[in-house]
């Protein structure tokens, strides 16, 4: 199994510009879940899904932010319009059930 | 909200020198896991656990679980270069929700 993949790896933008970040969990894993990472607030979760259905959104900044699990292969993260102080690494991570959670390689995006 | 606290932010030690990061829960945990980030990498799974007063050993690396089931540590023996990188705790309380402290930096001298 190749992981979790994350697409793109690096994204730099400018300040309102929307983004969309991608995610493809490991193959049979039921949760999937998005975090943000920055050195001022550590890893938050933004978002988490169980088969396909988001279960628990309050992680989510403001409404500028969204999620989308339409099939089980797939998610994305949108932000729109974006800010400066989006910029972080942001993970995806998959898990077969409550035990490890499988992280992607994560996002790097920079909002100029 | 349950809130996990994770000390120290940081530590530089020697190589050779052990090194123990240490957990903290608002609230009882029914399990507790443990991450470790490379520089420029993702956090990647060590070790879960789940019973009160539970030690396990990975290689020189020592995981305890508190009788409380609110705290946890994680002890290295003897560091070596390859131990750098950030060592998070993560939490699952109420709700089966996961949530991570804010990670021990570790920085090894060779």
């Known amino acids: 199994d190749a992981g979790v993949i994350q697409s793109p790896r690096h994204e730099v933008t400018e300040m309102g510009q929307e983004v969309t970040l991608r995610c493809k969990p490991i193959s049979g894993h039921d949760y999937l879940f998005w975090y943000r990472q920055t050195m001022m607030r550590g890893l938050e979760l933004l978002i988490y899904f169980n088969n396909n259905v988001p279960i628990d959104d309050s992680g989510m900044p403001e409404d500028r932010f969204s999620a989308k699990m339409p099939n089980a292969s797939f998610s994305t993260l949108k932000i ?33 | 909200g349950q809130q996990v606290m994770q000390i120290p932010q ?8 052990d090194f123990t990061t240490y957990c903290n829960s608002s609230t009882t945990l029914s399990n507790i896991q443990w991450y470790k980030q490379r520089p420029g990498g993702h956090p990647v799974f060590l070790i879960q656990l789940v019973k009160s007063g539970e030690v396990k050993k990975q290689k020189r690396l020592t995981f305890q679980f508190g009788e409380a089931k609110k705290n946890s540590s994680l002890h290295i023996t003897a560091t070596q270069t390859t131990d750098v990188g950030t060592y998070f705790c993560a939490g699952r309380g109420i709700g089966n929700m996961l949530t991570f402290g804010g990670g021990t930096r570790l920085m090894v001298k060779p």
């Open chain 2, 10 to 17: 940081y530590q530089h030690v020697q190589e050779g020198e």
């Open chain 1, 80 to 112: 729109q319009p974006s800010e400066p102080r989006d910029s972080a690494v942001y993970f995806c991570a998959s898990a077969g059930n409550y035990n490890e959670q499988f992280f992607g390689p994560g996002t790097r995006l920079t909002v100029l």
